[in-house]
Structure formats: structure tokens, C-alpha cells
């Protein structure tokens, strides 16, 4: 069986790993992928060439496809993937939007009583501003499309929010991204992501995570794409998912189809749990990044097997079981990220580790693996207990080497504490 993954960081690495689990993927082809996916073979090119993509999915005469990453999802290539016969795994375009437009997925969740912050949506740079006058402090600033992870503004002042709306409005900022804003209530409580497998019909949630934002100890430091992960996320306890499962996934999935819109693969739920209950800060169309570095390795069952019952429609009968473990995933960066850093550095990754290894930004360079991004690799530790992953996850990190290497030490201590 011949598939292709589209995307090119850990979260794929993770994706490929597992599903090269299955004696039946036989080559996975990576676009583009990157020069530590040892398991695929790796076409360069662009996530957002649809054009390229599906012409080369002809071509190779793909069995099966995974797109991963937000831009080709919210850009519509499952639908042209599908088209030219070639099965996915991943929402087409209009579904996608749930993540394409927070402006469309804070609608749909008023309109259909889904429990989320108190929000206005703005199209006018004046009426924004006129609206933060009056607004609560602090205030939540989001551009209203796809910003890199970075199009969400906490703002503690009222310049601080004013700063926001004119960079994101006036200044293009993001683009196109930010010619819609939604300026919405600041919610508190412990975060936690859930992602899950769905089909339109059935849904099943996987292990929660915890994910580490900040770039540096302590949550402090610029936002990243995320630092570290720990899954099960201990504040989301069985009476938590037994709620979240009865207000915010369930009611989410018959949503979209009410609107004509069925979602078919991974949905993400970033989800708040306030004073007042769970809350939904934002969804994702796709796989978490770094959380799929430490769900995934405690799935039991074989991906490629649930993943082609998310296509096919038969998630019902597919059983979806997880370890009763607890995985913890530290991410290595470049120091300097997530502002600028210098790359080209040849990275050591002993043989007894590669296979807790997920590597993000780094290719080969006269027959060397050098670092070529922000965010290197992550390394993954699976254990019965919490602090025994943790630890596991430091020791295989401390083992590989790169010039200008910086981690986070305490990926976890927030859950270990929630934990006493």
C-alpha cells in the first residue's frame, strides 16, 4: 500500500512512525517532509501545492492520503484529493473552516449553545476600537484566519489591545488573516486539548494533553508552537470528559452537519475548564502539534486501521483503545526561537533513541542531519507514572546534541502538581 503524508514536522514524523507500524504501508512517500524522516521517502515541494500534490499522488498512484497541516486542509486539497480518487484522511474544505475562521466557529458555537467565551466579531477598525473602551481588561484579541499559531493577542492594557486591532487591521499583520477580528472575553482555568477521531456520525476523544506554550521556565517568554507536551492532562478528569463529551464534542460534530458542513477526520478541542465548566478556546482541523508527539505513542490500536474508518464512515465498529500509561515530550529548539536563530548545525541523535524521536526542523546537508528550523525535534518517554515519563524524556533528550540547543526544564511540573 502506497501512502503519502503531507506536512513536514513532528507531528508527521509522529504520524508516519505509527502508521509504518502496519505491515501494510509499504512506502510512505512525506511532501516534503523533512531530512530526519528516516521511515519515508521525502518529495520536496510546498504543503499549499495542491496542484503538485494531487499530480504526484496520480502519478505514484496513491492508496491512501494524510493531510495534516491547517493551510492545504483550509485550502481544500482533501476535496481535490478525493476527486481524483484518491481516499483521505483529514476534512474537506467547507469543514475545515471550523479552524479556517474563528469568526465562523465562535457562530456556529453561539448558535448552537456550545459552551465558549463571550465574544463580538469586527470587519471595521473604528467599531473594534470604539468596542475596547468599554471592554473588560484583559482582553482577547484574535485574527479571525489561519496566523501560524501567532494571531492571538492577551492584552493587559488598554493600548495593549488598540496595539492589537491597528497591527491586525491596519497593518496586515497577518495578512489577509486579520482583516476580521474577534475581540472576546479572557477566560481562566487549566487548559487542556483533547483531539479526536471522528467520521460525522461517531466520535471518540483521545488521551488529553497538556501542552507548554512559552518559550521559557516558569511560563514565561514569548509563545511558541508549544515547548512540550504530557498526556493524560490531570486536571481533565472522567466526570470533566463525561461533560465536555455531552456539551462541547458531540453538540460540535451535529453542528457541522446541521450546516451541511459533516467533518470527517481529527478534530481538536482547546478547551478551558473555568469556574463556570468547560469552555472551548479554539478548534483545530487537524492533528495538535507537539500533542501528537505523545498521544499517538499511547495508542494501541493501528492507526492507519482507525484512520481509513474515519474515512470510510465505519468508526463505529473500529475499536480505538489507548495504553493507561503516561507519555511526556520535550521539545529541543534553536536558541533564539521562536524570534530569529541560526541554523546548519549538525545534530547527534544516539541509535538507541531515534525511535523516541520526532523530528521537526532539520535536513540533510552533505550527508549530515542539520538543524534547519525553530523547533528541532521532540523526544518522547512512555511510562506507567508521570514523573517516571518525565524523567525517561530528560535522560534520551540530554543524549542528543546540537550547537545553539535550548529546551525547557520543566515540561510537566504543572501536571505533577495538579497531581498532589
Given at each position: 500500500?502506497?501512502?503519502?503524508?503531507?506536512?513536514?514536522?513532528?507531528?508527521?514524523?509522529?504520524i508516519?512512525?505509527?502508521?509504518?507500524?502496519?505491515?501494510?504501508?509499504?512506502?510512505?512517500?512525506?511532501?516534503?517532509?523533512?531530512?530526519?524522516?528516516?521511515e519515508?521517502?521525502?518529495v520536496?515541494?510546498?504543503?499549499?501545492?495542491?496542484?503538485?500534490?494531487?499530480?504526484?499522488?496520480?502519478?505514484?498512484?496513491?492508496?491512501y492520503?494524510?493531510?495534516?497541516?491547517?493551510?492545504p486542509?483550509?485550502?481544500?486539497?482533501v476535496?481535490r484529493?478525493?476527486?481524483?480518487?484518491?481516499?483521505?484522511?483529514?476534512?474537506?474544505?467547507?469543514?475545515?473552516?471550523?479552524?479556517?475562521?474563528?469568526?465562523?466557529?465562535?457562530?456556529?458555537m453561539?448558535r448552537?449553545?456550545?459552551?465558549?467565551?463571550?465574544?463580538?466579531?469586527?470587519?471595521?477598525?473604528?467599531?473594534?476600537?470604539?468596542?475596547?473602551?468599554?471592554?473588560p481588561?484583559?482582553?482577547?484579541?484574535?485574527?479571525?484566519?489561519?496566523?501560524?499559531?501567532?494571531?492571538?493577542?492577551?492584552?493587559?492594557?488598554?493600548?495593549?489591545?488598540?496595539?492589537?486591532?491597528?497591527?491586525?487591521?491596519?497593518?496586515?499583520?497577518?495578512?489577509?488573516?486579520?482583516?476580521?477580528?474577534?475581540?472576546?472575553?479572557?477566560?481562566?482555568?487549566?487548559?487542556?486539548?483533547?483531539?479526536?477521531?471522528?467520521?460525522?456520525?461517531?466520535?471518540?476523544?483521545?488521551?488529553?494533553?497538556?501542552?507548554?506554550?512559552r518559550a521559557?521556565?516558569?511560563?514565561?517568554?514569548?509563545?511558541?508552537?508549544?515547548?512540550?507536551?504530557?498526556?493524560?492532562?490531570?486536571?481533565?478528569?472522567?466526570?470533566i470528559?463525561?461533560?465536555?463529551?455531552?456539551?462541547?464534542?458531540?453538540?460540535?460534530?451535529?453542528?457541522?452537519?446541521?450546516?451541511?458542513r459533516?467533518?470527517?477526520?481529527?478534530?481538536?478541542f482547546?478547551?478551558?475548564?473555568?469556574?463556570?465548566?468547560?469552555?472551548?478556546?479554539e478548534?483545530?482541523?487537524?492533528?495538535?502539534?507537539?500533542?501528537?508527539?505523545?498521544?499517538?505513542?499511547?495508542?494501541?490500536?493501528?492507526?492507519?486501521?482507525v484512520?481509513?474508518?474515519?474515512?470510510?464512515?465505519?468508526?463505529?465498529?473500529?475499536?480505538?483503545?489507548?495504553?493507561?500509561?503516561n507519555?511526556c515530550?520535550?521539545?529541543?529548539?534553536?536558541?533564539?526561537?521562536?524570534?530569529?536563530?541560526?541554523?546548519g548545525?549538525?545534530i547527534?541523535?544516539?541509535?538507541?533513541?531515534?525511535?523516541?524521536?520526532?523530528?521537526?526542523?532539520?535536513?540533510i546537508?552533505?550527508?549530515?542531519?542539520?538543524?534547519?528550523?525553530?523547533?528541532?525535534?521532540?523526544?518522547?518517554?512512555?511510562?506507567?507514572?508521570l514523573p517516571?515519563?518525565?524523567?525517561?524524556?530528560y535522560?534520551?533528550?540530554?543524549?542528543?546534541?546540537?550547537?545553539?540547543?535550548?529546551?525547557?526544564?520543566?515540561?510537566?511540573?504543572?501536571?505533577?502538581?495538579?497531581?498532589?
Amino acid at each position: 500500500m502506497k501512502i503519502l503524508v503531507v506536512g513536514s514536522g513532528g507531528r508527521e514524523h509522529a504520524i508516519i512512525k505509527k502508521l509504518k507500524e502496519n505491515p501494510a504501508a509499504e512506502v510512505i512517500y512525506a511532501w516534503p517532509g523533512n531530512g530526519g524522516m528516516e521511515e519515508a521517502v521525502c518529495v520536496p515541494g510546498s504543503p499549499t501545492d495542491l496542484e503538485g500534490i494531487v499530480s504526484f499522488a496520480r502519478e505514484k498512484k496513491i492508496d491512501y492520503a494524510v493531510v495534516a497541516p491547517d493551510d492545504p486542509l483550509v485550502l481544500g486539497l482533501v476535496d481535490r484529493l478525493e476527486e481524483a480518487g484518491i481516499p483521505c484522511f483529514g476534512p474537506r474544505k467547507n469543514a475545515a473552516i471550523i479552524e479556517g475562521s474563528k469568526a465562523f466557529a465562535k457562530d456556529l458555537m453561539k448558535r448552537y449553545g456550545i459552551p465558549t467565551a463571550a465574544f463580538k466579531v469586527f470587519t471595521d477598525e473604528k467599531a473594534a476600537l470604539d468596542y475596547l473602551e468599554t471592554a473588560p481588561l484583559p482582553t482577547v484579541i484574535k485574527a479571525d484566519g489561519l496566523a501560524l499559531g501567532k494571531g492571538v493577542i492577551i492584552a493587559e492594557t488598554k493600548e495593549d489591545a488598540r496595539k492589537a486591532v491597528r497591527d491586525m487591521m491596519r497593518d496586515k499583520a497577518f495578512g489577509k488573516s486579520g482583516e476580521t477580528v474577534v475581540i472576546e472575553e479572557y477566560l481562566t482555568g487549566p487548559e487542556v486539548s483533547v483531539l479526536s477521531f471522528t467520521d460525522g456520525k461517531t466520535l471518540v476523544p483521545m488521551v488529553s494533553s497538556m501542552d507548554h506554550k512559552r518559550a521559557l521556565d516558569g511560563d514565561k517568554g514569548l509563545n511558541t508552537g508549544g515547548m512540550g507536551t504530557v498526556a493524560p492532562n490531570p486536571y481533565y478528569t472522567e466526570k470533566i470528559a463525561k461533560t465536555c463529551m455531552e456539551t462541547i464534542f458531540l453538540p460540535t460534530m451535529r453542528a457541522m452537519n446541521a450546516e451541511g458542513r459533516t467533518f470527517k477526520g481529527c478534530l481538536y478541542f482547546g478547551l478551558m475548564l473555568t469556574p463556570r465548566g468547560p469552555k472551548v478556546i479554539e478548534y483545530n482541523c487537524r492533528f495538535g502539534d507537539p500533542e501528537t508527539q505523545v498521544v499517538l505513542p499511547l495508542l494501541e490500536s493501528d492507526l492507519l486501521t482507525v484512520m481509513r474508518a474515519v474515512t470510510d464512515g465505519t468508526l463505529a465498529e473500529t475499536p480505538v483503545r489507548f495504553q493507561d500509561k503516561n507519555a511526556c515530550c520535550v521539545i529541543l529548539a534553536s536558541e533564539g526561537y521562536p524570534k530569529s536563530y541560526e541554523k546548519g548545525f549538525p545534530i547527534t541523535i544516539p541509535e538507541e533513541v531515534k525511535k523516541d524521536v520526532f523530528v521537526a526542523g532539520a535536513k540533510i546537508l552533505d550527508g549530515k542531519l542539520v538543524t534547519n528550523g525553530g523547533r528541532v525535534l521532540g523526544v518522547t518517554a512512555v511510562a506507567d507514572s508521570l514523573p517516571e515519563a518525565i524523567r525517561d524524556a530528560y535522560e534520551k533528550a540530554e543524549k542528543i546534541t546540537f550547537e545553539n540547543r535550548f529546551y525547557r526544564k520543566d515540561i510537566g511540573q504543572r501536571a505533577l502538581l495538579a497531581k498532589e
